[in-house]
């Protein structure tokens, strides 16, 4: 097994990457299941600021780096010494099994679409993110952002796929699936919401309840909620001002600290034939230590290979 790191992605780039590098490694785990993508002589200068050799560790030089608001096609023709160019060429080639960043999302994007194949059947590959339930479970929303206008046949793939990475990754041995709508009965909703649900409803690889509401979100009705692009990137952006707000008002609650994005490292995206995390742009040491953890599980698992599994 072998993960490789796009150090030179992320607003705290190069430092925060190895920060979270030498956490994950102070957990026990190999450093000869890394690969660190990036700017070379300011990697390891990093590593001996901080204390650590870096001498055990493999890196693999980029001249070029893919700013965070650049276009993400072009850049990505445009630079292809870039870490990010670099590191889907070695996921490409199958020189490592998994490919994690914090930098330009769209470029992760476009680069995992093009360069990495999609499951046999996948109409398109979504995106996730987990939500913490008052009950103190976990729950998985998608697709937040990356399919912002659906069908019917991909929302019912997301159910799918959803629910295999809540087994493995997650641990939720029979997650419920809800459709996020707009009531809970069937026939409620939008013309999308109206021609999934059946088709939820018929579908043998999963759990459905039925429709949930907004004020189902946070409750634990449904461990997996599937919705459409649009409505997840509302939901996910309104879920990460709750930690934000509960951090200013100094509010010492357990479960609003659950709400940090870092606790979770990154989102995978799902569909796709190998793992790709994608981090948020300020993730810090935390989040990048466990990127790392959920890239390791995700191989260590088989997600993928059961997904393809589900799908046909």
């Known amino acids: 097994m072998v993960i490789a790191i796009d150090m030179m992605g992320g607003d705290f780039a190069p430092l925060e990457a190895v920060n979270g590098v030498i956490e994950y490694i102070a957990e026990g785990h190999s450093a000869d299941t890394l690969l660190l993508v990036g700017d070379k002589p300011a990697i390891e200068q990093h590593f001996k600021e901080r204390g650590h050799s870096s001498g055990s560790i493999k890196i693999v030089h980029s001249d070029q780096v893919i700013g965070m608001h650049e ?18 060429g070695l996921l490409a080639s199958g020189k490592v099994d998994a490919f994690i960043s914090a930098g330009n999302t769209g470029a992760m994007l476009v680069g995992t679409l093009f360069t990495i194949k999609a499951l046999e059947g ?20 998608l697709d937040v952002g990356l399919n912002a ?27 419920a699936v809800g459709l996020i709508n707009v009531g809970e009965e069937e026939g409620k909703g939008n013309l999308l919401a109206q021609a999934t649900y059946p088709l939820l409803k018929e579908n043998k690889h999963i759990h459905f309840i039925g429709n949930i509401e907004g004020r189902d979100i946070l409750t634990g009705k449904a461990d997996v909620m599937v919705c459409e692009g649009f409505t997840g990137n509302i939901l996910l952006k309104f879920a990460e001002t709750i930690y934000d707000i509960s951090e200013k008002r100094g509010l010492n609650d357990e479960y ?5 994005f870092e606790n979770y490292g990154g989102t995978p995206i799902l569909g796709v034939a190998k793992p790709v ?24 698992t088989g997600v993928l290979d059961k997904m393809k599994e589900d799908l046909q």
């Open 256 to 260: 609003f600290k659950r709400f940090n």
């Open 149 to 175: 206008d659906c069908k019917p046949e991909q929302l019912n793939q997301f159910a799918v796929m959803g629910s295999v990475y809540a087994q493995l990754i997650l641990g939720i041995d029979r997650p």
């Open 71 to 88: 276009h993400p096609t072009k850049a990505l023709k445009e630079k292809q010494q870039s870490s990010i160019a670099i590191g889907f």
């Open 122 to 141: 996948v109409i398109r590959p979504t995106i996730s993110t987990i939500i913490p339930k008052e009950n103190g479970g976990t729950g998985l929303l």
């Open 277 to 300: 995390v994608i981090g948020h742009g300020i993730s810090k040491a935390k989040a990048f230590r466990n990127m790392i953890g959920v890239a390791r599980k995700m191989i260590e």
